[in-house]
């Protein structure tokens, strides 16, 4: 489809075009019977009056014909140079997601950590319209919620999924398998980032980091951890200082953020122990990822027959005033 | 002369034109109210629905792709305003992927949703149908989905067996949850894939992979006359059972039960028009109104009235009837 092809909505109103030559056998105007036409006086703008009259009959329903076959520029899209990123949303969907950040069953008007990052990641979701985002989820298995898009609306109804009941076990490595595969058939036409929204952490298995970070590198992804803190849970920055807590099994959350260290690609992790640490978070990854990226504006369609309206009115409006002149 | 305008048929038809195209000017847009449906389609992605007993175009099928093709000409056909959420059901839970989209404006964001449907997505290996069920209907019960309707796609194939002492109760959800159960799966016992904990296939269950009966809690009925019987130490029988949990059919006379326990509808799976005509039986219809162009029948009558006009002239013209000749 050529970028400014018209379509039509009716298009049996061409049908009707032919009748635009009827202006060329009659006219509104009453005809004169004259005794003789040499006794009235050479008169050049009569003449032309005399011609326009068919003409203008005739544009006039030719206007109103196009008019009702609803001519309408289709809804496009253009590539642009702007500013904006294609990232993955990976959910943490496991069990624990169903508590506050206190740990502990919401009660009340407090919010599970699952609501409170669907509410604000709602809200990044608005401050990022020419971005284009995935929506996955991982427990113990990967959930593909939504592809890669610039469909807000879809990318809403993914995200709100993180709100139902949680699932079961962490599984990071399958979530970040699946995130890294979003971008794995795409053209790279701007920056790249996982951002990854979990609550714990897990071992990852040495043959899958060494895959996973021949992929980060390969689809040339960054990473970001926004790591939902338990109230008084350790941190991911604090060395295990007791030396039976120091492996990866005792403390996740410290290897995992090692292990994403060394991936060799940009990454950042944000520790968050309330609602206003995932928004400050939020924030810093929306002024981060603001680099040069091809994005798609779409620009609805466009109605053309307003126009053809508008010529056609205008025509019964001159031969009405041809017809005061016509006395 | 501004008389004569008046009593000049020709001037009066040019006005009357005038007149329809300056209402169209006004843009006389209405809307029009258009019948959609409210859907939230859950999937059974556990392992039985991975068998191959059917077929699409001449090709053996499993489950799950049959489960998937059919969704895709569903989300063609649903008539514009419908909505559709696509969730999945494994172990004893259902959740979804997505909530409901409406299904023309994000027909790319459904198709790929349910095209990446996969039982490699399952959080755990069980299969407790009426558990995951009652699960999905729970998620209906959540006001953002209340006035949609679910369907259940499943085989039927519980495992392990449920002990039918055990079965879940309906009774708090029955009648407030709108939808049917949707059985997939041929009628022969067929051989269940297995694959490795990489996801490389590894052959078929065996008999010996799967449980064939439930020994969980106390029996339904005590098998006191069951070889090796112990009240204690064997309530269900000291004996090892084979059976053919390992094969796997569509288990329709089951869904049948569930479905009327849980006050849901029963559809078998076959083609994409019976499924729509199944969904369009259930009653849950959501009136949307889409925005209605009236310019052209205003613009029509215009045309109309300037046709009339010349056409009119041009007999007048010729035999000069009922005009007064100046």
Redesign the interface.
Known sequence: MAAWSIEWMHPWGLWLLPAALLPWWSSPLRRVTWVWNALLPADPLSRLLDGMVPLLGSLTLAALAVAIATPYLPERTVTRIGHGAQLVLLLDRSGSMDNTFAGRAPSGDEASKGEAAARLLQAFLDRRPHDWIGVAGFSTGALYQCPLTADRTANRAAVATIALPALAHTHVAKGLALALDFFADLPLTGSRAIVLVSDGAAVIEPSVQQQLRVAFKRHQVRLYWIFLRDAGGPGIEEAPTDPLQDNPHARPEYYLHRFFQTLGVPYQAFEAEDPAGLQRAIRTIDRLEKRPFHYEEVFPRRDLAGLFYGVALAGVGLLLGLKVLEG | ?RR??FH?W??G???A??GL??V??L?PYGWRERPGYPLVAVVDITRSMNTRDLRLQRTAVDRLSYVKDRLQSLLRQLPCGSRL?IG?FT?R?S????????VC??F???Q??ID???W?????ADSRIAKGLRDAMT?MR?P?LRDHALLFFTDGHEAPPVNPRYRPDFKALRGKVTGMVVGVGGTALTPIPKFDETGRPQGFYRPEDVPHRSTFGLPARPATDAPGYHPRNAPFGGEYVLGQEHLSSLRAAYLRTLAQEAGLAYHTLTDAAALQAAVAHLGVREISLQPW?G??WW??G??LV??G???G??WV?RYGIG?R??
Do not use: F, Q
Request: net charge positive; proline share 3%; glycine share 6%.
């Open positions: 002369m004569r305008i000049d020709r001037a038809l040019l006005l034109a005038a195209l300056a169209v000017m843009k959420g999945v172990e839970r959740t979804l992927l997505t909530m409901p989209l409406e404006g994000h790319h964001a459904l790929t949703v990446r449907l996969d490699r997505m399952a959080w755990a998620l959540r953002e162009d310019r052209p613009g029509l215009a045309w300037l046709v006009l010349y056409g002239a041009c013209d005009e000749k100046t």
